[in-house]
């Protein structure tokens, strides 16, 4: 047996305001300094607000991906997804998002929206494959570089919650 593959798989956690230390924020923190070029980002910001959700994957006791949702209504709007970038091309943000996703079921939210750089194409062929589609696009809207981003959506059927195929209604190139 090869001895990474004798590791077990990251805990994915879901922190609240309540459940995160101190020393969880600044992995958080940490995580997402590593992985934005721009950071402009607190995860005790973030988790104040009573409409955010947050699952972190961890493994020996740290910290290696994040992701930021705002569950508000019957929407889910997913707003970071983070990975240390040593820690990238493990299926961590998959993993992340099909969580997200679950919790979005079981709550029974009709909608899961995201925005992503139109550069951002591992990103985006992630979310396709989850069943998300393009919607529209946001002109300059990373203040970085202007870069435009990418609106994407995903619904769910209100009676049965699987997830409802969608077309893309811009066409974006991956």
């Not at 508000?72 to 997913?78: G, K, N, P, S, T």
């Not at 990238?88 to 939210?109: D, F, I, K, N, P």
């Not at 696009?137 to 870069?147: A, C, G, L, Q």
Request: some cysteine.
């Amino acid at each position: 047996m090869r001895r990474d593959a004798a590791k077990s798989a990251p805990a994915l956690i879901q922190l609240t305001a309540e459940s995160a230390d101190d020393a969880a924020l600044d992995e958080i923190d940490a995580v997402a300094s590593a992985a934005f070029d721009v950071p402009q980002f607190s995860a005790r910001e973030e988790l104040r607000r009573p409409w955010t959700r947050c699952w972190v994957a961890r493994e020996e006791r740290r910290a290696l991906a994040f992701l930021i949702a705002w569950h508000v209504a019957d929407e889910l709007h997913v707003l970071n997804v983070a990975t240390f970038p040593a820690a990238r091309r493990r299926g961590l943000a998959t993993a992340l998002m099909r969580r997200s996703l679950e919790y979005a079921q079981e709550q029974r939210v009709r909608l899961v929206l995201l925005e992503v750089r139109r550069s951002n194409w591992a990103a985006i062929r992630l979310y396709r494959k989850l069943g998300f589609t393009a919607m529209g696009v946001r002109p300059r809207y990373y203040s970085d570089n202007d870069e435009d981003a990418v609106e994407m959506i995903l619904t769910f059927d209100p009676a049965t919650g699987a997830v409802q195929p969608g077309r893309d209604e811009i066409r974006i190139e991956v």
